[in-house]
């Protein structure tokens, strides 16, 4: 205790205003890095019980702000087999953070200890990785300095990718059991992804450049550093020219680039110049998010978002499962949120025939409902996603014998995508490389990945409220069952619209309500839009 008291006392917390609270958000604590010392100590303290709840078995710790501006960063905890921090430990990330002194830090420690069973001196273990930003130094240094009050053992990883250390937190608890996720290091995550991007190719050639915009963050040297890892074979035509990769002046992070600023603005980085016809995708601040796009001579710009990825997976894989002779045994579905654009739900509900489900905003509910499917393929809009394949399914794909080269071929290709698409979280690197199969496979241009379906026009408006609380919603989030009577003025509104919908929402990051509608036109979505924020204003 004292020791813990003593350390603390080197990580002060930072007071917040009246009436204001730390709280464990959908991406864990991010706000400004310099609010963020005491706050990541006590992370570490909180990361360590969470070992020992699990008996040793090693937690991770990323330390990102993802596509935030430079000034922010945020810490977040990652569950053995690389999942988001469980939902009830949040609850105790929030209590614990907010203790008012170090003596109450202490003593809220040792209650979490006691209520859940815990032994203080049995064996803890985290990792941990930061992004490019320079406040991560500072920042990691107070969780090293709580895993060691809280006698517990760590590895640091220094600058990694989000999705890297949830890798790396599934291989260190998975090592050397049937179950090994992969080698446990940096290297071991090129390595797999390098000999599962050779495998799913099947000999198939990548057509032209891909231009990757990295978002000046930590995705561009990690991206530099898997291409050494490709076979030569590869290497001969899989091109790949990394723009916005600038780690050394923080200041240009997420600056005018990266998947955020491309789903938001809707354009491409006006750094470097847009090539007519150059197939493009973007990463965000810390490698999670992807999106493509390209510059049409005549159609301008368009972009192939979270919606587009998660319907040309399902619909290559369902393929595949369907040649492999699969139907019987594997089930797909796809998870999507309220945000969605109607098209990619009806073109993978009526023409892919695939069941889809709707989950509230944030990846973990998307993860936890992919996981009731024996293949769940579950995409944010914003490019946040990734393919879940359960054992069931792994199983019957690497037992299955073929009858015929047509189903083998299908069969090694499936398998090969089990091992390069992420399983423990949306990662852009591993993502933009199953996209690039998939494309190369069908031999598709993305104009003809963009011809699938058409997007419904939609508008996306951020509204400034009092209390942002008072919205509470209903049907994952596609009603409001709070205010009284907000939902029937809504109603009212869509349906004086053609093939409209339209929903409001607390945003859960950021204090304002979020209104999203899509209807037949764009000036109608843009209508619509502002008659709802009207409504809730
Ligand atoms: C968080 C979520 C992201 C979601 C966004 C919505 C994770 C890792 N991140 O960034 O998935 O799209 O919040 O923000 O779950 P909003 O609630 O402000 O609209
Ligand atoms: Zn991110």
Redesign the pocket.
């Known amino acids: 205790n004292e020791k813990i008291i003593a350390a603390s006392q080197k990580h002060p917390i930072v007071r917040l205003p009246e009436g204001q609270v730390y709280k464990y958000?959908?991406?864990g604590f991010r706000m400004r890095a310099d609010l963020l010392e005491g706050v990541t100590f006590r992370v570490g303290l909180l990361a360590s019980l969470r070992s020992r709840k699990h008996n040793g078995q090693t937690i991770g710790v990323m330390v990102t702000a993802?596509h935030n501006p430079p000034v922010d960063n945020g810490v977040k905890i990652v569950d053995p087999m690389g999942e988001?921090l469980e939902q009830d430990w949040e609850t105790l990330a929030t209590d614990l953070v907010n203790s008012a002194s170090d003596q109450e830090l202490v003593e809220r420690y040792n209650n979490i200890a006691a209520a859940h069973k815990i032994d203080l001196r049995s064996p803890a273990k985290v990792i941990y990785g930061r992004d490019t930003r320079p406040s991560g130094h500072k920042l990691v240094t107070a969780l090293a300095d709580a895993l060691v009050a809280a006698d517990t053992e760590y590895v640091d990883y220094k600058l990694l990718t989000t999705p890297q250390l949830h890798y790396l937190t599934r291989a260190t608890n998975t090592e050397g059991t049937p179950s090994s996720y992969g080698k446990v290091s940096e290297v071991g995550y090129y390595e797999k992804l390098a000999a599962a991007f050779a495998k799913a190719l099947r000999n198939k050639k990548v057509e032209g450049t891909l231009t990757v915009d990295c978002a000046n963050g930590v995705g561009g040297p990690k991206l530099a550093e898997f291409l050494k890892y490709l076979p030569q074979e590869v290497k001969s035509h899989f091109s790949v020219k990394i723009v916005n990769d600038d780690v050394l002046r923080p200041e240009v992070l997420n600056l005018e680039c990266g998947a955020d600023f491309v789903k938001t603005k809707q354009r491409a980085p006006p750094s470097p110049k847009p090539v007519p016809g150059a197939r493009c995708c973007s990463l965000d601040g810390d490698a999670?998010r992807l999106i493509y796009y390209w510059h049409d001579p005549d159609a301008n710009f368009v972009m192939l978002d979270g919606d587009r990825i998660s319907s040309l997976a399902a619909s290559f894989i369902s393929d595949l499962v369907r040649d492999a002779n699969l139907s019987e045994e594997v089930r797909i579905g796809v998870v999507q949120?309220a945000y969605a654009n109607g098209a990619s739900t009806t073109y993978i509900a009526e023409h892919l025939g695939l069941p889809v489900a709707c989950t509230p905003?944030?990846?973990?509910h998307l993860h936890h409902v992919a996981q009731s499917y024996d293949i769940g393929v579950y995409f944010?809009a914003?490019g946040?996603g990734t393919v879940l394949f359960s054992t069931e399914a792994i199983r019957a794909i690497r037992e299955k014998q073929p009858q015929s080269p047509a189903q083998k071929d299908a069969l090694e290709t499936l398998s090969a995508l089990v091992d390069l698409i992420n399983q423990t979280v949306g990662d852009a690197i591993s993502d933009m490389l199953m996209v690039e199969v998939i494309l190369a496979h069908k031999g598709w241009t993305l104009r003809d990945w963009a011809m699938t379906y058409q997007d419904l026009p939609n508008r996306l408006v951020r509204v400034e409220v009092a209390d942002k609380d008072i919205f509470q919603t209903t049907d994952a989030e596609r009603r409001l069952s709070h205010p009284e009577g907000a939902q029937a003025a809504i109603d009212q509104e869509v349906r004086k619209y053609t093939n409209a919908r339209a929903f409001a929402?607390a945003?859960?990051?950021?204090n304002a309500c979020?209104v999203y509608a899509e209807a037949a036109t764009r000036s109608e979505a843009n209508e619509l839009a502002e008659r709802v924020a009207r409504i809730v204003q």
């Open positions: 958000g959908t991406a993802s988001m999670d949120t905003t944030g990846v973990k944010e914003n946040h929402r945003s859960g990051t950021e979020r």
